[in-house]
């Protein structure tokens, strides 16, 4: 191995390398609203519906259980945060001599090694060409970036430290090139790369459908609206910030939510999706109501008080259906075969050290790391030999949790409201603006139904 | 309404040592057969099933099956407070969410009632089919214990394999390399001792030495040691319970990673 690359080269790159890490150590931890995301994006609302009505769906795990696993990772989310999070301060970002970012390397590097140290088997999946219905949430989001870029600069004239960091993050965007970068790198370090045609979330889900990968990581809620049977989050926090894995999982939540997959999209796309705009005024809880209800969007739109609620104008929810339930992916995943290989390490030095201003002994270091992962990666699991089974015995507390007396209620008011559907609506819709006292009037009415 | 009442309570005590470090929260079963339990670690690598069979108690009562979710970590706190003579008895009431532990002093003059909360706890039962092992180890149990500490202080896994000389305990490590053979050897004298083979076929399996020394745990137990491997299955470490049953550990092998394919031009460093 030759390594072309002067001493003191190195010293100046490890003193500015000691100084970006104090950066991003300081303001990593001490701002967690960081790491969200300025501009929404998937579905809204849906992790708090789901834990309020389909709690069983989600479970925390330990970042290490996922040993052996292989995992589709939305690889444009996660370069998203890096730019946003990865050494840091003010409008200041970790660059290497040619004055070009280099965030992105850095934060892929450090964490696909983090994954592939606890024994995952990374496939970063990266986006293609959106579709045409994203594209006006991708003006609205550009326009935001523009306001931010405005006010980055009236902030940086005032001298305003908080407002300079805040706005300089809602300017971030991925581009070719940070997306050319990363590939390269992940290249090099024997990583597998797959480009979806279009949406990564996409891909990611037809993935795990097929069995390919295990469960999908992303920060995107979408992944569940595409179906992919395991969905991961915070699986690519930093470990410095403690969050557990949460998994969720499909089956679980139509289960518990007693909805088909159409209706689920149909759900996902009435709470906000990035296709379309949604009803105004109606938000993740009504959505639920009114699909329990009518059990899809057309019959929603034939029985709800339109008066109320305006329908935008131009509603294309069946083509943002269409794109979820046939979503432009690769055609041959069945020979699609995913490697992964011993790292490049003569590259990665050419690619990291000598081009991109990376520390030569941390890059080493790094290199020996992912070595010694491949040999850790073999650990069995028992579910591969043993077969779950119902176990016959019944637990002797009979479990008569608060979640389950709710979701009652919700199921009997639902079918209250079969008894005399448009009356009950129309006033409980009347009366939707005081929605508690809507919903006592509606479980009072059902009562007085009953005899009660 | 179940109870179960044991003269010997320090059997309750050490069943607990074997499992807490491996398993966190559990469901007990109970049956009219007996009270069992069958756990997976958080990782989902190793097992232990657990089986006393309601014989074995001095008082054995269970008018339905039932499964009582515990943490472990938490009965073994209660079960510290019993004295190593006392008689101990476990007791629940249908419908109830606590279950409670008594223990009576061997002379009857002290009795302590301690109660604790039971959980919900969503566990799933895994089918263990019956199997016929390629090789079945039979050795004391304090012997396999050392083994296995020994080799921890040099390496992460350890590999077993059977042959008709013996069974060979090998790892590897930063500092060196460690084998250790044990001959067949069946003194008449003292059974316990003796290290006993039965080989259909030699085999040769890779482990996680962490996991390994959780099951030693069981040693208090038993005086020896049952390991039955297959090269196709999680191997068992067994531990006889005199006269009311068993604890079996299985635990999944390190498998050569199929993926693995070196690139050309770089040297891969796998031996």
């Known amino acids: 191995m030759s390594i072309d690359i002067s001493r003191r080269f190195v010293k100046e790159r490890r003193r500015e390398e000691l100084q970006e890490e104090r950066n991003s150590a300081l303001t990593t931890p001490a701002s967690p609203v960081s790491v969200k995301q300025p501009i929404p994006m998937g579905i809204k609302g849906l992790t708090k519906l789901l834990a309020d009505n389909a709690p069983k769906c989600m479970k925390e795990q330990k970042f290490e259980s996922y040993f052996g696993r292989k995992i589709a990772i939305d690889a444009s989310m996660s370069i998203y945060q890096f730019l946003i999070v990865v050494g840091r301060s003010g409008t200041e970002m970790l660059t290497n001599e040619a004055g070009e970012v280099t965030s992105h390397l850095q934060g892929m590097f450090s964490r696909t090694i983090r994954l592939l140290e606890a024994g995952l088997k990374p496939v970063y999946v990266f986006d293609g060409k959106p579709p045409d219905l994203k594209k006006q949430e991708l003006a609205k989001r550009f326009s935001k970036r523009a306001d931010a870029t405005e006010d980055l600069a009236a902030a940086i004239e005032a001298g305003e430290k908080e407002d300079i960091e805040k706005f300089s993050k809602r300017t971030v965007k991925v581009t070719k090139q940070h997306n050319e970068d990363c590939k390269k790198l992940l290249g090099l370090m024997g990583v597998p790369v797959i480009e979806a045609p279009s949406e990564a979330e996409a891909e990611c889900a037809v993935l795990c459908k097929n069995g390919k990968v295990y469960a999908v990581a992303s920060e995107d809620m979408d992944s569940l609206t595409f179906g992919a049977p395991r969905f991961l989050r915070h699986l690519m926090d930093p470990s410095s910030r403690k969050i557990p894995v949460m998994e969720f999982e499909v089956s679980k939540i139509l289960q518990e939510l007693n909805l088909t997959m159409d209706q689920f999209i149909d759900l996902c796309i009435l709470c906000g999706c990035d296709y379309c705009d949604s009803i105004r005024g109606i938000g993740g809880q009504t959505a639920l109501k009114l699909i329990h209800q009518f059990g899809s969007i057309e019959n929603i739109l034939e029985n709800i008080n339109k008066e109320r609620y305006q329908i935008p104008e131009d509603w294309p929810y069946q083509e943002a259906r269409r794109l979820f339930k046939e979503p432009a992916v690769s055609a041959n995943h069945e020979q699609l075969e995913i490697k992964w290989t011993s790292p490049d390490e003569e590259g990665l030095i050419t690619f990291l050290v000598n081009e991109n201003g990376f520390n030569l002994d941390r890059v080493i270091k790094a290199i020996e790391k992912i070595k010694a992962a491949k040999n850790k990666s073999a650990q069995g699991r028992l579910e591969s030999f043993f077969k779950p089974v119902v176990s016959t015995s019944l637990p002797i507390k009979r479990k008569e949790t608060l979640e389950k007396a709710s979701r009652e209620t919700v199921n009997k008011k639902s079918k209250a409201n079969d008894r005399s559907p448009a009356q009950l609506l129309e006033l409980a819709f009347r009366l939707s603006t005081f929605s508690y006292v809507s919903e006592h009037f509606v479980r009072l009415s059902f009562l007085k139904g009953r005899g009660y | ?271």
């Open chain 2, 1 to 271: 309404m179940l109870e179960l009442r044991l003269v010997q309570g320090s059997l309750f005590k050490k069943v607990m040592e074997a499992i807490k470090d491996l398993v966190t929260d559990a469901n007990f079963d109970c049956s009219a057969t007996g009270f069992s339990l069958q756990a997976m670690d958080s990782s989902h690598v190793a097992l232990v099933a657990l089986l006393l069979r309601s014989e074995g108690f001095d008082h054995y009562r269970c008018d339905r099956n039932l499964s009582m979710g515990m943490n472990l970590g938490n009965m073994s706190k209660m079960l510290k407070c019993a004295g190593a003579d006392d008689i101990i008895t476990l007791k629940a009431d249908d419908g109830s969410d606590t279950v409670t532990f008594m223990f009576e002093s061997p002379n009857q003059d002290k009795i302590a009632d301690f109660e604790m909360k039971l959980m919900d706890i969503d566990s799933e039962h895994l089918g263990i089919p019956e199997a016929e092992y390629q090789a079945i180890v039979r050795m004391p149990s304090n012997e396999f214990s050392r083994i296995c500490k020994d080799l921890s202080s040099i390496g992460d896994t350890v590999v077993i394999s059977v042959t008709k000389e013996g069974v060979k305990f090998s790892t590897r490590g930063d500092i060196g390399t460690a084998n250790i053979v044990c001959r067949q050897n069946m003194s008449v004298d003292k059974p316990d001792e003796a290290v006993i083979i039965e080989m259909q076929e030699p085999v040769t399996l890779t482990f996680a030495l962490r996991y390994m020394n959780s099951f030693t745990k069981a040693s208090p137990l038993s005086n020896t040691v049952t390991i039955s491997l297959s090269s196709d299955l999680p191997v068992v470490v067994e531990y006889k319970i005199a006269e009311m049953g068993y604890i079996r550990y299985y635990l999944a092998p390190k498998i050569e990673d199929e993926d693995e394919e070196p690139k050309p031009g770089v040297k891969n460093e796998r031996d």
